[in-house]
């Protein structure tokens, strides 16, 4: 095994590799041909199963470096091997090696790559575990693979033969003291956090603190934080006043009066009962370094603070590291709601808070979509409402919380839950999570009966994901009505956890589907793609070379009828790589709300069957064409 593992760690810098070139995260690689594919938001695995023979490999998302390759590779080691598969031995190590030369800059900031492995028991027979982690620009990437056959290993290394690890763009914009950047922390950002432990978690028992900083213009800030648990007899209240003031990426914080208020609890329950008692607290000055981050996923800001040492204001530091003593600020939203204080009060006026609220992208003919099993779809601003009869379903929007890789399960399920589902509702009884080991891609189910608080209605709650389906939050009058509408008891899933139970609430994630108008379209669509492809001799089977091929297709809508269609490929076999360019312009017409007819696509007409899909503040463009089924995603660039 000595010998397979060096192999690996040494062949993961070329460029060979035996079918269609795919991207996840910062790992562009050959995907292994006619192997089932399954993507999660945190990994896109590959498995192939031939009678006892079976191999999986796993793409992870990249984190943030913990400061050096070997730190990162003990670190994804224990995280990603010995968690799911408990390998007895310690692994066999490859040294470090550099990868990707050409990405090298002056301070030596490029990739670096480790590999390990070792034998682990499943199903009472020996398989064996490989890592490969790579380490540069602040990123650690890692690529996991199993098997219990040296019949695949050939595969293993050929996948990684063909990776190429991207260089991350960074998404930071450092703030600084004038007038209209000054601007740019205006409004409320809030903050949420829970006691995650195993006890909570396996009794269902859910606290949370939540804080908020609202910055106005006159140079005055407030910030409120608001503390429950079950197991207190109190909610407590926090509320400060005072001044700020920003010098260049710096910002001070100047309190005037803070106070600490206990509340009793009405009927039990996270709601504002009688005032108890009300202390002054000691005035805590501050400075922070502060920066306002950009999570591209989701396409929103997040203001972050910086200290070197915590603040009795701003709690415990964000496990986060994309910044070192930090805390991370997000703007109000329906996951990230403003505090109600007593009396149905809130601590910012309305109009305050819309100037930190994202905004669903306006503009779009249909935001509506009534399909034909009785199933309606809403954009809304944090999900897509899907509505039949008495049940609701949110299919969840990526956010900076949710689209984080968690290597541990449990962490990512409590992440989840406490993000999407627990500042809506109050009340939490039965809840229970679950989630698969042995299915590919892995289920995970979270259910409990909650009350809702802008309602008042007890409701019963299920948090489910599965492969690319994203979190898809169920809600329904009581839990027999969703096991009647979905067949799934959560309570049961142990004894029986067969894959095909999941189909219902796998569809769900389909009803993102949007019809589309002419005058949607207009601006600037953009895909791409690249392929490499293995070359043979076939008289003498000797490999002879390759040849890589990269796509990218522009559709530019100049009208509600014209547009300019570009193509630009390159391949490696022909004129030295030279780009080929591929023009062409017409007009279109819609068909009808789903399909789209092109006068002119490289000499010919062509008609494609099209939908949006939304994420949080805009849409992707798909196109299927009716004649080669060839199809693909395009994102608005302009």
Same mark, same amino acid.
């Given at each position: 095994m000595k010998k397979i593992i060096f192999?690996?760690?040494?062949?993961?810098?070329?460029?060979?590799?035996?079918?269609?070139?795919?991207?996840?995260?910062?790992?562009?690689?050959?995907?292994?041909?006619?192997?089932?594919?399954?993507?999660?938001?945190?990994?896109?695995g590959y498995t192939i199963v031939n009678n006892k023979a079976w191999c999986n490999i796993n793409i992870v998302k990249s984190t943030i470096s913990k400061g050096s390759i070997d730190k990162d590779f003990d670190n994804e080691w224990n995280q990603l091997v010995v968690k799911n598969y408990k390998p007895p031995d310690a692994p066999q190590l490859n040294e470090v090696q550099a990868a990707n030369a050409r990405l090298n800059d002056a301070v030596g900031q490029g990739w670096k790559i480790k590999a390990g492995g070792a034998k682990f028991v499943f199903d009472n027979k020996e398989a064996m575990v490989f890592l490969t982690t790579a380490t540069g620009y602040n990123r650690c990437a890692s690529i996991v693979a199993t098997t219990n056959s040296q019949d695949y290993l050939k595969d293993i290394e050929a996948l990684l033969a063909s990776i190429e690890l991207i260089k991350p763009e960074t998404g930071t914009t450092q703030i600084t003291g004038t007038n209209e950047e000054k601007n740019s922390i205006l409004g409320t950002w809030g903050a949420n956090a829970s006691d995650n432990s195993d006890y909570r978690m396996k009794n269902g028992i859910m606290n949370y603190i939540s804080r908020q900083y609202t910055f106005t213009e006159d140079g005055s800030y407030s910030f409120v934080s608001k503390a429950f648990d079950p197991l207190m007899d109190k909610i407590l209240l926090g509320k400060e006043k005072g001044n700020y003031k920003i010098i260049g990426n710096t910002i001070a914080i100047t309190p005037k009066k803070s106070v600490l208020e206990a509340w009793s609890k009405k009927n039990g329950a996270d709601d504002w009962g009688k005032l108890l008692s009300t202390q002054n607290i000691a005035l805590e000055k501050a400075t922070y370094q502060f920066t306002k981050h950009y999570f591209s996923g989701i396409q929103e800001w997040n203001l972050v603070l910086q200290n070197n040492t915590e603040t009795k204001r701003d709690g415990t530091q964000s496990s986060n590291e994309t910044f070192k003593n930090a805390w991370y600020y997000a703007p109000l939203s329906a996951n990230n709601l403003q505090i109600e204080l007593p009396g149905n009060v809130t601590a910012v006026k309305k109009e305050e808070v819309q100037k930190q609220l994202p905004s669903v992208k306006k503009g779009f003919a249909f935001t509506t979509t009534n399909f034909d099993d009785g199933w309606n779809s809403t954009v809304k601003e944090d999900w897509v409402e899907v509505t039949k009869g008495n049940m609701k379903v949110l299919l969840h929007y990526t956010n900076a919380v949710t689209g984080k890789y968690y290597p541990d399960s449990d962490e990512g399920?409590?992440?989840?839950?406490?993000?999407?589902? %627990?500042?809506?509702?109050? /009340?939490? #009884?039965?809840?229970?999570?679950? !989630?698969?080991?042995?299915?590919l891609p892995r289920p995970y189910v979270i %259910?409990?009966?909650?009350? /809702?608080? #802008?309602?008042?209605?007890?409701? !019963?709650?299920?948090?489910?994901?599965?492969?690319?389906?994203?979190?898809?939050?169920i809600i329904s009058p009581d839990k027999n009505t969703f096991i009647n509408n979905f067949g799934v008891d959560n309570t049961t899933l142990d004894h029986n956890p067969?894959?095909?139970?999941?189909?219902?609430?796998?569809?769900?994630?389909?009803?993102?589907?949007?019809?589309?108008?002419?005058t949607d379209l207009k601006g600037k669509w953009s895909d791409k793609f690249s392929a490499s492809f293995f070359n043979y001799n076939r008289s003498d089977g000797q490999y002879t070379g390759t040849n890589t091929i990269a796509i990218v297709i522009n559709f530019n809508f100049t009208s509600a009828t014209a547009y300019n269609w570009d193509g630009y490929s390159t391949n490696n076999a022909h004129s030295a790589g030279a780009a080929k360019t591929f023009k062409t312009k017409g007009s279109f017409k819609m068909n009808d709300n789903w399909q789209i007819h092109f006068s002119d696509i490289q000499g010919k007409p062509k008609t494609y069957n099209a939908y949006f899909s939304c994420y949080k503040g805009g849409r992707i463009l798909w196109l299927q064409g009716i004649d080669y089924g060839d199809y693909s995603a395009y994102g608005k660039v302009e």
């Open positions: 192999l690996i760690a040494f062949c993961i810098s070329a460029t060979t590799s035996f079918a269609q070139k795919e991207t996840f995260d910062l790992i562009t690689y050959a995907a292994p041909k006619g192997w089932k594919k399954d993507v999660t938001e945190n990994t896109t399920i409590n992440a989840a839950w406490n993000n999407l589902v %627990a500042p809506r509702y109050n /009340d939490l #009884q039965n809840y229970r999570a679950w !989630y698969s080991a042995y299915i %259910a409990a009966n909650v009350t /809702d608080k #802008q309602s008042g209605k007890k409701v !019963y709650v299920v948090l489910f994901q599965k492969g690319n389906t994203g979190w898809i939050e067969d894959s095909k139970l999941f189909a219902s609430l796998e569809k769900l994630a389909t009803y993102n589907k949007f019809a589309i108008a002419a």
